[in-house]
T-cell receptor, first 112, second 114 residues
Framework: GQQLNQSPQSMFIQEGEDVSMNCTSS?????WLWYKQDPGEGPVLLIALYKAGELTSNGRLTAQFGITRKDSFLNISASIPSDVGIYFCAGQRVRDNNDMRFGAGTRLTVKP | DAGVIQSPRHEVTEMGQEVTLRCKPISGHNSLFWYRQTMMRGLELLIYFNNNVPIDDSGMPEDRFSAKMPNASFSTLKIQPSEPRDSAVYFC????????????FGEGSRLTVL
């Protein structure tokens, strides 16, 4: 079953608005990652975080690795229609041991 | 460069039939993963291989599911016999050693068991 609690489950926003989603766990994770899945496609990596407290940006996306190692958030600024999709957090308890667990996903809808 | 290639993209079958899903990972990637995605349970890790060897199959639902990786460029996930609750999208992903968690996913195989 799921070990990562991701919220919100879905978001409906207007184009131009900022978006925030987060992921928590009762376990410590040493790697946090954020993926995006477009309809009919597999997930694609957006941002990877490897150190507690790390804040990383990728264009309009910003993600942070929580200090406690039990949470992470993803922000999207100035949303555009192509941001529509499902965003997944993922984590590894041991880096590179390939046991990747995914959150349930946040389904984002952007109204033009 | 070719990504992860999965086949078939869609399969509709009847309960009790055998289903075989196929995956060709990205050349040079040492790890291969099978995930199942449903609305209720999200993305579930079924099994993963390192250098063609199964490392963790604890996510495989039951004995009806089996996975093989006979060589570095091919893997199969088999369901025999299939049941309606197996209906889902099955993803294969591959990763190079030391990728720090970046998985490269295929486009998925959508299975419907009637």
């Amino acid at each position: 079953g799921q070990q990562l609690n991701q919220s919100p489950q879905s978001m409906f926003i207007q184009e131009g608005e900022d978006v925030s989603m987060n992921c928590t766990s009762s376990s410590i994770f040493n790697t946090w990652l954020w993926y995006k899945q477009d309809p009919g496609e597999g997930p694609v990596l957006l941002i990877a975080l490897y150190k507690a407290g790390e804040l990383t940006s990728n264009g309009r996306l910003t993600a942070q690795f929580g200090i406690t190692r039990k949470d992470s958030f993803l922000n999207i600024s100035a949303s555009i229609p192509s941001d529509v999709g499902i965003y997944f957090c993922a984590g590894q308890r041991v880096r590179d041991n390939n046991d990747m667990r995914f959150g349930a996903g946040t389904r984002l809808t952007v109204k033009p | 460069d070719a990504g992860v290639i999965q086949s078939p993209r869609h399969e509709v079958t009847e309960m009790g039939q055998e289903v075989t899903l196929r995956c060709k990972p990205i050349s040079g990637h040492n790890s291969l993963f099978w995930y199942r995605q449903t609305m209720m349970r999200g993305l579930e890790l079924l099994i993963y291989f390192n250098n063609n060897v199964p490392i963790d199959d604890s996510g495989m639902p039951e004995d009806r599911f089996s996975a093989k990786m006979p060589n570095a460029s091919f893997s199969t996930l088999k369901i025999q016999p299939s049941e309606p609750r197996d209906s889902a999208v099955y993803f294969c992903a591959s990763s190079p050693t030391g990728a720090g968690g970046e998985l490269f996913f295929g486009e998925g195989s959508r299975l419907t068991v009637l």
